[in-house]
């Protein structure tokens, strides 16, 4: 896949499932390489003046679905400086966001399951309208579902917060 738009080396858009660390990861990279961190969801929420959680009960998945893919659009066509963006672990689901992917350096993080379902299983399960009352072996089938989809629309896989920082070191540069 060819990216040929100017976005390519300066907006790198994390992908991952739930609890895969992308913001923790995301906010820390951005730190360490002194550029703009922004998280798809604190975004949504601050737009929309409520949780994620309370969009998808009052609105429904689509409506959120529908506002990840308008945000996202936002924040790119005005991104003038190198930026970090982490999304929703749904974002890349969705066609017309994979169209908007093309656009930019996509990020896999690639987390051992293992570790994401400690993760939710201590503190994330509750705040995640889609894991709600949902087993552990659900959301495995889920996150499995998922997996082919957050790897054939990445340009690059990375398990490490190290791996991520050298890996946009290396390509804004290039920018």
Same mark, same amino acid.
């Given at each position: 896949?060819?990216?040929?738009? @100017?976005? #390519?080396?300066?907006?790198?858009?994390?992908?991952?499932?739930?609890?895969?660390?992308?913001?923790?990861?995301?906010? #820390?990279?951005?730190?360490?390489?002194?550029?703009?961190?922004?998280?798809?969801?604190?975004?949504?929420?601050?737009?929309?003046?409520?949780?994620?959680?309370?969009?998808?009960?009052?609105?429904?998945?689509?409506?959120?679905?529908?506002?990840?893919?308008?945000?996202?659009?936002?924040?790119?066509?005005?991104?003038?400086?190198?930026?970090?963006?982490?999304?929703?672990?749904?974002?890349?689901?969705?066609?017309?966001?994979?169209?908007?992917?093309?656009?930019?350096?996509?990020?896999?993080?690639?987390?051992?399951?293992?570790?994401?379902? @400690?993760?939710?299983?201590?503190?994330?399960?509750?705040?995640?309208?889609?894991?709600?009352?949902?087993?552990?072996?659900?959301?495995?089938?889920?996150?499995?579902?998922?997996?082919?989809?957050?790897?054939?629309?990445?340009?690059?896989?990375?398990?490490?917060?190290?791996?991520?920082?050298?890996?946009?070191?290396?390509?804004?540069?290039?920018?």
């Amino acid at each position: 896949m060819n990216k040929v738009n @100017s976005y #390519k080396n300066r907006i790198f858009l994390l992908t991952g499932f739930m609890a895969s660390g992308k913001s923790f990861t995301g906010r #820390k990279a951005a730190d360490e390489l002194n550029c703009d961190f922004i998280d798809l969801d604190e975004q949504i929420e601050t737009q929309e003046f409520c949780s994620i959680a309370e969009i998808f009960e009052e609105k429904g998945e689509e409506y959120f679905r529908a506002l990840e893919t308008e945000v996202f659009s936002n924040i790119i066509a005005s991104r003038k400086t190198v930026s970090i963006i982490a999304a929703g672990g749904g974002f890349p689901l969705k066609k017309e966001n994979q169209k908007l992917m093309n656009e930019v350096s996509v990020v896999f993080i690639n987390t051992d399951f293992d570790i994401i379902l @400690s993760r939710l299983n201590n503190s994330g399960k509750v705040s995640r309208p889609l894991l709600k009352n949902k087993k552990d072996e659900e959301i495995k089938k889920l996150y499995e579902k998922r997996l082919s989809v957050y790897k054939s629309t990445a340009d690059y896989i990375v398990e490490t917060e190290n791996e991520l920082i050298a890996l946009i070191r290396k390509l804004a540069k290039a920018a």
